[in-house]
């Protein structure tokens, strides 16, 4: 036996090949840091105050001050509106600022919640580039910075966010700053690797060149490596906002408040209401963030797409840089070519479109409705007695949200006709023969479920104005001129469609046909005022069990929860739910499953079905996505029309909200096909035969 051996079992008896001997060799690395922790915490507390006073200032002056308790919620929305017209384009800024509206008509405390979240995320990503885009330039230009640089990056990419977490709890507590500071340290590596990646990829002849006319070191910095710079630069702030978007989860574990503080209690809670609407709300924020930041040759993809990119490319972001160095070639070999001129078929189509438009546009201003509220008095009691009265398509007992939706469409069909009568393929992608197509049928259907539409139980009397009648003639006359223009449109697909069945179409369009006929028979409007109103036998129920729990105290926990059975049973048999085919609940369910069911015969030679002929599936794939549409908008105008009077108690039916769902489903699975076609172009001969 060895001397080390026999030191070990005589002395400790323990044999070497226990795994209770590693107990005696133990590095106490784990004391050692708490230690550190313990000095620093008693003798840097004017450091680690520094540390987080930008994140306070931040925080209390730019969140809490400014964008919640200054800012009202209408300028929020336009200030996003703005920002998106100008870093962006029009149709982002219009988009981020109607999805951000949407995030208030959930709630105020959504509202204030999606404002912080907003907020704490901006600081993150601002703090960010203040750090890392100065350091990712002093490491594209200094090699041995990028040395000492790269190492602690790789390690901030590879351990989790949990294992630094710890110590910043240590540090700072629990709270909104210390969880922005974590966000921080998680998010911050593809912008430091992009921003010097982008810095080392400027030519070298580019720069020598700036240098040979006497440019100094900062002009060249300034005038040369940072515009080229650019596009890594934007690739690398898109990146760590996505981060930091991910990271809101773990915040609101740290304790921080935003959306992700309420997700995380309506799983505490098992609250399926909060849960949703709070998920909603955080989807809404981090598309809108998204939309913002994207670089302008990476628009592609949806957020979920994104930040699993970004998750995946964490170590090795340059990869991101390839698809915009893609395009910039595309672009570069793109030859001079004009979009063919418009055919006189879509010429006179185009102007039929204008015109059902303008039709439309000034029927929302003219009486819609008389003597009652046909969509608010679903919801407001006292809109069923308005004799005397009429209102316009704008009122919320006229046509409400039905006469919003057709003024909304008939601006775009105008613009759409215009801009395509002035130049043929110039302005918005959607503003084309198969965009009109979906527009005016949706401005149809639309129109048509509010002439349909059944008035509410006790309604005393009610008639339709002339408004409504010429919001329907202004729709059927721009559908028919859309249709006649896109049948000898020049479109054609970028490639070649496949000769094949487009059968995942085919199963899309059933699936939503079976989801719209859920939506019409379930509730669309619950009457909850009655709620919870025992009856005689129950009220004897409760004061017996009330009774014996004053008796006898061990039974209370039981009686307790039976007391709540009886309550809850109370509030279901008192609910009064009307479903989309009864008289009470408008009838809205006949329009939608006619429509869904019109969608589907539409589909058949959409998908390739009868004619597998490329300009034969963009028509009727066209109509697909414009009764989809139309659908979809049926069930939002209603539960819109109905949020904007409704009394306490009153609310709309999950059954409106499926046939939005479907509606839109069908809708965008004509979308793909539809962005493959382009109006075709009248190429220079010149540059051809070069």
């Not at 998106?84 to 405390?109: E, F, K, W």
């Not at 003597?371 to 316009?392: I, M, P, Q, V």
Request: aromatic residues 8%; negative net charge.
């Amino acid at each position: 036996m060895s001397r080390i051996t026999r030191w070990f079992t005589e002395e400790d008896k323990i044999g070497i090949q226990d795994n209770a001997i590693l107990d005696q060799w133990e590095v106490p690395f784990g004391a050692w840091i708490d230690q550190m922790v313990d000095w620093i915490d008693a003798n840097l507390v004017w450091l680690l105050d520094a540390i987080k006073w930008p994140f306070e200032f931040l925080l209390r002056n730019f969140v809490d001050n400014f964008l919640i308790e200054w800012l009202p919620w209408w300028g929020a929305v336009v200030l996003i509106f703005i920002i998106g017209c100008l870093v962006r384009t029009v149709p982002v800024g219009v988009t981020a600022g109607l999805a951000l509206a949407l995030c208030g008509l959930l709630g105020a405390d959504y509202w204030v919640e999606s404002i912080r979240t907003i907020g704490m995320v901006l600081v993150a990503v601002v703090l960010c580039a203040i750090i890392g885009v100065p350091l990712g330039i002093l490491c594209g230009r200094v090699d041995s910075v990028w040395n000492a640089v790269r190492p602690v990056l790789d390690a901030m990419q590879v351990v989790h966010a949990f294992v630094y977490m710890l110590p910043i709890i240590f540090f700072f507590s629990i709270g909104v700053v210390p969880a922005t500071m974590v966000t921080m340290i998680f998010a911050i590596p593809p912008l430091i690797r992009l921003t010097n990646l982008g810095i080392r990829q400027v030519p070298e002849d580019v720069v020598e060149a700036s240098r040979a006319y006497g440019a100094t070191e900062m002009r060249v910095l300034t005038d040369v490596q940072l515009p080229l710079a650019r596009p890594a630069l934007m690739a690398g702030l898109n990146q760590t906002l996505l981060l930091s978007i991910s990271m809101l989860g773990i915040a609101a574990i740290m304790g921080a408040g935003g959306l992700g503080r309420l997700v995380y209690k309506s799983v505490q809670n098992l609250s399926v209401s909060q849960a949703a609407s709070s998920g909603l709300a955080l989807f809404i924020v981090a598309v809108v963030l998204d939309r913002l930041s994207q670089p302008e040759d990476s628009d592609g993809g949806n957020l979920f797409s994104r930040i699993r990119r970004a998750w995946a490319t964490r170590s090795n972001p340059e990869e991101l840089l390839k698809e915009a160095e893609e395009s910039a070639a595309k672009k570069a070999n793109e030859k001079k070519e004009e979009h063919k001129q418009l055919t006189p078929q879509e010429r006179a189509g185009y102007v039929a479109v204008a015109a059902g438009g303008v039709v439309a546009f000034i029927s929302t201003f003219l009486t819609w409705g008389k003597d009652s509220g046909l969509l608010s008095g679903h919801s407001r009691a006292t809109d069923l007695d308005l004799t005397g009265e009429s209102f316009t398509g704008l009122q919320a007992s006229g046509g409400s949200w039905a006469g919003y939706t057709v003024l909304g469409i008939s601006l775009f069909l105008v613009l759409a006709a215009l801009s395509s009568l002035r130049k043929a393929g110039s302005g918005n992608r959607w503003f084309s023969p198969d965009g009109a197509v979906i527009g005016a049928i949706a401005m149809l259907i639309v129109s048509l479920s509010y002439l349909l539409l059944n008035s509410a139980q006790g309604t005393v009397s009610y008639s339709h104005g002339i408004g409504v009648y010429l919001a329907l003639a202004g729709s059927a006359l721009a559908v028919l001129g859309a249709i006649y223009a896109m049948w000898t449109a020049p479109y054609s697909a970028l490639r070649p469609l496949p000769l094949t069945v487009n059968w995942s179409r085919v199963v899309t369009v059933v699936v939503a046909v079976l989801v719209v006929y859920v939506g019409t028979i379930a509730g669309w409007t619950f009457d909850e005022r009655g709620s919870g109103q025992l009856s005689p036998a129950q009220e004897e129920e409760v004061a017996a069990l009330k009774a014996e729990c004053d008796a006898d105290s061990s039974t209370c926990p039981l009686n307790t929860l039976e007391i709540g059975t009886i309550y809850n049973d109370a509030r279901l048999s008192s609910k009064i739910i009307h479903d989309g085919y009864t008289e009470e609940g408008g009838g809205l369910g006949y329009i939608s499953i006619i429509g869904i069911a019109v969608a589907a015969l539409c589909a058949i030679p959409a998908v390739g079905l009868i004619r597998k002929q490329e300009h034969y599936r963009w028509r009727w794939s066209s109509m697909v996505a414009g009764v989809g549409l139309g659908v979809s908008l049926v069930g939002l105008v209603w539960i819109a029309s109905l949020l904007r009077v409704s009394e306490t108690l009153i609310v709309t039916g999950n059954g409106a909200f499926l046939v939005l769902c479907a509606g839109y489903i069908v809708f965008s699975s004509s979308k793909k096909l539809l962005n493959e076609f382009r109006r075709e172009m009248d190429y220079d001969d010149s540059l051809v035969n070069t």
